[in-house]
Each structure stands twice: as structure tokens, then as C-alpha cells.
């Protein structure tokens, strides 16, 4: 048997026909993509699989998706993940543990947001990660109130105090779009 569920994962609501038996963490991978969220011992031993749902941890390989329907559940993103993942951490783990308590500290909103590093090797900067944090949401901030625009005598570059160039060149090297802010969405600082 079947059931339609609406899910708020990450401030995003995801439809889905599911069987009642599927867990929480089933559905999240499998049906909606978001693979933020790991598969662990599916036992409920190694937390693995922990997600917020209402603000609480929950083990998602132990609830059904079912009685999910009306919550909001939070995850780690997938692209949260694949930036973890996709870094040479050099047999230090308290690299990562400092890197993932500085970048709770530094989220603004409930979805985890890191920033590491262009340069994918060595030990990291952890002034430099929180200064390249810190610049992205500032130009972010600046573009949601000028509603997108760059240049002229309103735009983000002149209230920051940089040239347009400059502003374009910084925007592309952090991965800002100034269209996203013209479209009124509000894109989360990653």
C-alpha cells in the first residue's frame, strides 16, 4: 500500500507516493535525491542517519516516512557533503571536527553551510575559510538590497566600495549569482 506524502526537508516541500513501510532515510535518498543524509548500520546504533525533524534528532533509518507528513525535517545538503567529501583532509580529523563547528557557528540559517578553500590540499586556513564565509554573505546581503543590481550609482559595487570588475570577479570566485537576487529567492550561503 501507498501513501502521498508532502515532506518539508530543508525549508523545501517534496511530494511523494510511498510505500508505508518505506523509512524516512529510504525516501529521502532513494525518492527525492537528497543524499545529504547516510546510510549507516540501519539499526539505529550509529547515528549516522540523523536528521532534525521539528527541531529534535530523530534516527531516519528507524521513523516512517508516513508519520513524517506535517514536519519539517532538516538534513546536512547533499553539495554540504560533497564539499566534506571531496577535500584532502591530511590524516588530521580535527581539521574537519574544527571545520564543521566553525561552520555551525558561522550558519545564519538551519541548513549547514561550509566554505572551504579553492586550493584542495594542504592544512586549511581556518582565517581564511571564515573571511571568504564572511565576504560571500556580505556581498550577498548587499545584492538583496539592491534587488540584484551590480553596477550604477544604487548598486552593490559602489555600496561596497569596490569596482564593478572587482565585484564580478569575487562574485564568480564564490559562487553568487546576482540573478538569483533579482528573481526575489534568497540563496542559501553555502
Request: charged letters at 25%; a positive charge.
Amino acid at each position: 500500500m501507498k501513501v502521498r506524502v508532502a515532506l518539508t526537508v530543508n525549508d523545501e516541500v517534496h511530494e511523494a507516493l510511498v510505500p508505508v513501510h518505506k523509512t524516512l532515510l529510504e525516501v529521502l535518498r532513494e525518492d527525492l535525491g537528497l543524499t545529504g543524509t547516510k546510510h549507516g548500520c540501519e539499526l539505529g546504533e550509529c547515528g549516522t542517519c540523523t536528521v532534525l525533524v521539528d527541531g529534535r534528532p530523530v534516527l531516519s533509518c528507524l521513523v516512517l516516512t508516513a508519520d513524517m507528513a506535517g514536519k519539517r525535517i532538516e538534513t546536512v545538503p547533499a553539495t554540504t557533503m560533497r564539499k566534506l567529501m571531496s577535500w584532502h583532509w591530511p590524516g588530521n580529523v580535527r581539521e574537519l571536527e574544527n571545520l564543521i563547528e566553525r561552520s555551525v557557528i558561522l550558519t545564519t540559517n538551519s541548513v549547514l553551510a561550509v566554505s572551504l578553500p579553492e586550493k584542495m590540499s594542504g592544512a586549511i586556513d581556518a582565517a581564511a575559510v571564515a573571511g571568504q564565509y564572511q565576504e560571500r554573505a556580505q556581498i550577498v546581503s548587499v545584492l538583496k538590497e539592491t534587488k540584484g543590481r551590480v553596477s550604477g550609482p544604487n548598486g552593490a559595487a559602489m555600496r561596497l566600495g569596490v569596482k564593478r570588475s572587482t565585484l564580478l570577479y569575487r562574485m564568480e570566485r564564490l559562487g553568487i549569482n546576482a540573478r538569483d537576487m533579482k528573481a526575489g529567492s534568497h540563496p542559501k550561503i553555502d
